[in-house]
């Protein structure tokens, strides 16, 4: 998930999705804390794309809580 940090607008979003949707139901800190960093990147050129996958995924508290944080921010999250 995170070797894509830095590609922005190159992300490769439903790779990053499915190693998301593959890693949600982990307990581990560092994953979940891994997924909302990685979402909350990304939302940053594809804001409603973050905001639907977080919608319709099931993730940990800290996932969502991190993906939306910019956005939150921002004033930029649709809710």
């Given at each position: 998930?995170?070797?894509q940090l830095g590609y922005k607008a190159e992300t490769d979003?439903?790779l990053l999705f499915s190693l998301i949707?593959?890693?949600?139901?982990?307990?581990?800190?560092?994953?979940?804390?891994?997924?909302?960093?990685?979402?909350?990147?990304?939302?940053?050129?594809?804001?409603?794309?973050?905001?639907?996958?977080?919608?319709?995924?099931?993730?940990?508290?800290?996932?969502?809580?991190?993906?939306?944080?910019?956005?939150?921010?921002?004033?930029?999250?649709?809710?």
């Amino acid at each position: 998930m995170l070797f894509q940090l830095g590609y922005k607008a190159e992300t490769d979003e439903a790779l990053l999705f499915s190693l998301i949707e593959q890693n949600s139901d982990s307990k581990e800190f560092f994953i979940q804390k891994a997924i909302g960093w990685a979402l909350r990147e990304y939302s940053k050129v594809a804001p409603e794309a973050v905001q639907i996958f977080v919608a319709e995924t099931p993730l940990a508290a800290l996932s969502r809580r991190e993906a939306l944080k910019w956005l939150k921010a921002k004033g930029k999250l649709a809710v």
